[in-house]
């Protein structure tokens, strides 16, 4: 049976799919009677939070696993019978791209084209698109490994689309990209779907790129909430989203934490300088707002996605909890507990880190932002004593880190931006093994593992293997393991990259939490909506401080097309692109 071929014509259709994994009684329904339609020459996204079935349902659909019951039809073929056929006219890019490091951009290209059987012919006709839509021509020969994050997922897109695909499968494509990299990305994307009219199905955790495609189709524990234009899902939430400015001495932040604790609001982030909040009832957050400006805001699709995901019954949900410290520490002294001055680090004849200079004060949320190779996780891993630098001053809580001991790394808490969990380990085990790796014995030991199970709500997971958690307990296990020790400075390179919304809310109110206790927090994020958390930010690319200061005043940087301040997003990009353009002209005059 062949494709069909018409305009709008299904290119994926499936119907009560059901998919299961492990044996009972631990056996997790994956998807839960799913049907959905895929159109030709569309965009179609899968959005939902953690576990909801994104990536089994889109390995289905590549052929890779069969369904327990329902029907799957992909280009016409039959799923379950027909895999191969499939495979041979579609294109799948997984999370984990298969790149091969140790060989150059142009030899990843000709064994991909190998491992698809692409004859010499097509390989002339379709190597130079390729470099030309991913602007990857000028690393032709520099290895994979050196390329950055986003240079490597755009390698990964090209090698998997050297047979031009009749379907193209993306599973979270942008996931630990920045947001350069993730416009370029999408433009690449845009540009297969809008001139090429590929059928394209991505699963995104990033709600703006779901609200950019011509249909979402929303998941939640393996079945669908809605299916169809984004605008819909955006109309669930017409008259309820709301922008309020902070009263005189309030954190944004903080009033975001008080109104997510507050009965009927259904969500509510910091959007620059103000929160924005999404209403159950029309007083909702009433006691928390007393002193705020608030007006209505027209809804976004962000806003229609939270309200659909809290109107489920689902006592699995990620819910925003604050965390009660056993010894809060004194804030308000304006003590500097992080201290960089003319840090430098160096690779050989490779600087990666090129004399910053920063202050962080206790209790405060520092981040630093910049695009993938910008010295973000190197200065981070000097920071907090994994890496010896190259030169400069570097005090962490009133110790020279360059010189000090163990004793000094004790103060310092590190979440790795990979989550550095023992897949095999039970979440008990993984604690007890990280409160030995903290000299934890005894009584002490029993009583901080008790602390995290309860703040952290892990008591009924104790005993599941750590690599089996959803995505928002992975991240909950990660943040308590690396408070054990009661740190008072903690380290978060790129948190909750890869995390739903719901988890992303639950983590930023822990983080709000802490820093009210004076817990100094420092953290890497391609969030830009995250970096309206911190107090003060930095941005860096090529290991050079580009600008710093408070969020207001980075979003200065850039203007909105009403002439007001532009988003952090916005002003992001344009320090980073003034910055490249600058020395690409010096480099021209050389």
């Known amino acids: 049976m062949s494709a069909a071929t018409g305009p709008g014509a299904p290119v994926l259709a499936g119907r009560e799919i059901r998919k299961s994994f492990g044996k009972a009684p631990e056996r997790t329904q994956a998807l ?61 890019m997984p999370q984990r791209f298969g790149l091969y490091e140790d060989l150059t951009v142009q030899e990843n290209f000709d064994l991909y084209a190998d491992l698809h059987g692409a004859t010499a012919a097509e390989r002339r006709q379709r190597y ?58 999408w433009q690449i994307i845009d540009r297969l779907v809008r001139s090429e009219r590929l059928t394209v199905l991505v699963s995104t955790s990033y709600l703006d790129e779901a609200e950019r ?79 705020a400006r608030v007006e209505p805001t027209p809804a976004r699709f962000e806003d229609g996605f939270m309200t659909l995901l809290r109107g489920v019954a689902d006592p699995e949900a990620e819910r925003a909890a604050a965390i009660t410290l056993a010894r809060p520490l004194d804030r308000h002294g304006g003590e500097v507990v992080v201290e960089v001055k003319d840090l430098v680090r160096r690779f050989g004849a490779f600087t990666a880190v090129d004399h910053v200079s920063f202050e962080v004060g206790r209790g405060e949320i520092f981040g630093l932002l910049g695009p993938n190779g910008a010295g973000k996780t190197t200065t981070f891993r000097m920071l907090c004593g994994l890496l010896a630098a190259s030169g400069g001053t570097l005090r962490v809580a009133g110790a020279d880190l360059l010189r000090a001991g163990p004793a000094a ?25 990280f409160a030995s790796a903290y000299s934890l014995r005894g009584r002490e030991r029993r009583q901080r593992i008790d602390w995290a199970t309860g703040q952290f709500e892990l008591g009924d997971r104790l005993d599941t293997p750590s690599g089996q958690l959803p995505g928002g307990y992975k991240q909950r296990l990660a943040l308590s393991a690396s408070l054990l020790h009661e740190p008072e400075i903690l380290f978060l390179d790129e948190p909750t990259s890869g995390a739903d ?36 930010l930095a941005i860096l690319d090529a290991g050079r401080i580009l600008a710093q200061g408070t ?34 002209s010096q480099g021209a005059a050389a």
């Open 32 to 92: 839960d009677g799913v049907s959905l339609q895929v159109r030709q020459g569309e965009l179609t996204a899968l959005a939902g939070p953690d576990g909801a079935g994104k990536t089994t349902l889109i390995r289905l659909a590549a052929g890779l696993l069969k369904a327990d019951s329902g029907e799957l039809d992909v280009l016409g073929f039959d799923a379950a019978r027909n895999p191969q056929a499939i495979q041979d006219r579609i294109a799948y």
């Open 128 to 185: 130079p698109q390729l470099m030309e839509m991913t602007q990857l021509e000028p690393f032709i020969g520099r290895l994979a490994g050196q390329l950055s994050g986003g240079m490597k997922q755009k390698l990964g897109l090209a090698c998997t689309l050297i047979r031009s695909p009749e379907l193209l499968l993306l599973d979270e494509p942008t996931v630990g990209v920045d947001p350069l990299s993730r416009r370029e990305l």
């Open 213 to 291: 495609c011509d249909q979402a189709i929303i998941l939640h524990r393996g079945k669908v909430l809605a299916s169809g234009p984004p605008a819909e899902v955006t109309r669930l939430a017409e008259g309820r989203a709301f922008l309020a400015d902070p009263p005189e001495g309030v954190a944004a932040r903080s009033l975001q934490a008080a109104l997510l604790d507050s009965q009927d609001v259904i969500d509510a982030v910091p959007d620059g300088g103000r929160v924005r909040l999404v209403r159950g009832k029309p007083d909702a957050g009433a006691e928390a707002l007393r002193g």
């Open 409 to 433: 790394r004790q103060r310092i808490g590190y979440m790795a931006q990979k989550f550095s969990l023992y897949a095999q380990l039970s979440v008990q085990e993984n604690l007890e093994f």
């Open 501 to 536: 919304p719901l988890a992303r809310r639950a983590f930023w109110r822990r983080i709000t939490a802490l820093a009210d206790q004076g817990v100094t927090v420092i953290v890497t994020t391609h969030f830009m909506q995250e970096a309206e958390y911190c107090d003060h």
């Open 551 to 584: 969020p207001a005043e980075i979003r200065a940087r850039a203007r909105g097309q009403d002439g007001r301040p532009g988003s952090m997003e916005d002003a992001f990009m344009a320090v980073v692109e003034e910055a490249r353009r600058g020395a690409a």
